[in-house]
């Protein structure tokens, strides 16, 4: 066939069955990494409005029933694999209560997680604080932690996490107990009175009781090795979950715990994580639609940045230094992401008509703010589908100017981290969404 046959067909069929949000012709991304604006390729975005067979969707009904499940499934089989259900025998176990915690002003509570119903593991152990003084039940904000619960809080009522440490290569898995003086180490990250004082409440879990991370072979002793096992091989092979799909499916875990917990507003949870923890998060929130809020911080690659924008962390270098984060199937993308049937904008996408949040850090470049940004936008005309305005803006944000209706952006200067800055414009938007359920 000569090659003005087949560009044409190409243009054809891409009519037809996939229409395209940019009509750019898209280019192979380079392989290296890329942190200059000026040599980021043209690139086209799969449309999450068209289905597979090339349908149109034009009204609510059609997205719910039809191409939400279908994208769902696409992310399921390409990026983070499936994941199972809420296992039959999980059990929950309040573990300690302290109604006078952080000087009264709240209630502080542990809870494991039993996910089999056997206490010897694999477990989660989650740390809620609730403010005091309520007439009704507190909306929270979920998030998994790095560092360990009692690393959220200098407060000396929190348990010691156990942490998993990365073993010699020869010596088996080795877990201890944290130190100490490791209390309060994150709590920067965590804005935990301003939470309180503004009536929300805080559940957080150690992301390593769920599966530790940091080497492939982490799955042997987290939920992957007990529940819908992966083929025996440090790699999930095809569609079979990885770490993110095991950390998101354990934060659905606590959904079902504040369900039964009549202190907790369990209608308005909001899932929030930063960097691999919000791609975490945005997978949760896009699964399971009992978070009624979800937001990203700092996410990057394989979160809120568009993967076919070639700026900062590319599917290839994801693949390679984090083997065990992904489904196997997404490694086949490393060197052709135009291939992939998805871009991030449709996982933001599946979270509507719920708000979104997608926050930025100027020097964070390696998760690509534009791209977050971006992102944001494409996601726009499915909320818009559904009734809510979606970011209200067609240009990014200068640095600390938040924006946004039913899905909020800002880029605060400064690193990757989350700050204070952060929290405050997630307390703010989750007032603006929530108001109704606010304490008084
Ligand atoms: C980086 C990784 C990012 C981000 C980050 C983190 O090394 O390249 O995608 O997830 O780690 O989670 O801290």
């Known amino acids: 066939m000569n090659s003005m046959n087949g560009k044409s067909i190409a243009i054809i069929l891409s009519l037809l069955v996939m229409p395209l949000v940019n009509i750019n012709a898209a280019q192979a991304q380079p392989t290296k990494s890329n942190e200059d604006e000026s040599k980021v390729p043209s690139y086209t975005l799969p449309d999450p409005l068209t289905t597979s067979a090339g349908a149109k969707v034009t009204s609510g009904n059609a ?62 152990d989650m740390l809620i604080y609730v403010p005091n003084g309520a007439s009704k039940p507190a909306p929270v904000f979920l998030g998994l932690n790095f560092d360990g619960n009692h690393a959220v809080h200098s407060d000396p009522g929190i348990k010691l996490a156990t942490l998993w440490t990365r073993p010699a290569k020869e010596k088996p898995l080795v877990s201890s107990r ?143 230094s984090f083997p065990h984060w992904f489904c196997g199937n997404y490694k086949k993308y490393n060197t052709d992401v135009n291939a992939l049937p998805v871009d991030q904008h449709m996982l933001i996408a599946l979270i509507a008509p719920r708000p979104a949040y997608v926050a930025s850090a100027q020097e964070d470049l390696w998760a690509d703010p534009r791209g977050e940004f971006l992102s944001a936008k494409h996601a726009e005309p499915v909320y818009s589908l559904l009734g809510k305005d979606g970011l209200g803006v067609d240009e990014m944000p200068s640095a600390n100017h938040p924006v946004g209706k039913t899905i909020g952006y800002h880029i605060r200067t400064g690193k990757h981290d989350v700050t204070d800055y952060d929290w405050e414009q997630y307390l703010n938007f989750a007032d603006k969404h929530f108001k109704h359920a606010k304490l008084q």
């Open 63 to 124: 997205w719910r029933d039809k191409r939400r499940p279908e994208i769902v499934k696409l992310f399921e089989t390409h990026v983070y694999g499936r994941s199972p259900g809420r296992p039959p025998r999980m059990t929950f176990e309040v573990t300690s209560l302290d109604k006078k915690a952080l000087g009264g002003k709240a209630t502080r509570k542990e809870v494991s997680v039993y996910f089999t119903g056997k206490k010897e593991g694999p477990k989660m």
């Open 178 to 320: 944290a130190p100490e003086e490791s209390r309060g180490k994150s709590a920067s990250r965590w804005a935990v009175e301003k939470m309180i004082e503004r009536g929300y409440g805080l559940a957080t879990i150690y992301y390593g009781d769920i599966e530790p991370d940091f080497f492939p072979e982490g799955y042997n002793v987290g939920v992957r090795s007990v529940m819908d096992a992966p083929s025996g091989s440090s790699k999930s092979v095809g569609d079979e979950w990885g770490a993110i799909g095991a950390w998101a499916w354990g934060l659905s875990r606590a959904m079902d715990y504040f369900e039964t917990d009549n202190t907790i507003d369990s209608k308005h949870v909001t899932v929030m994580g930063h960097s691999r923890l919000g791609k975490t998060a945005l997978w949760a929130g896009a699964r399971d639609e009992r978070f009624a809020m979800v937001i990203s911080n700092d996410s990057g690659e394989g979160g809120a940045a568009l993967s076919r924008r070639w700026f900062g962390e590319t599917v290839e270098r994801i693949n390679t």
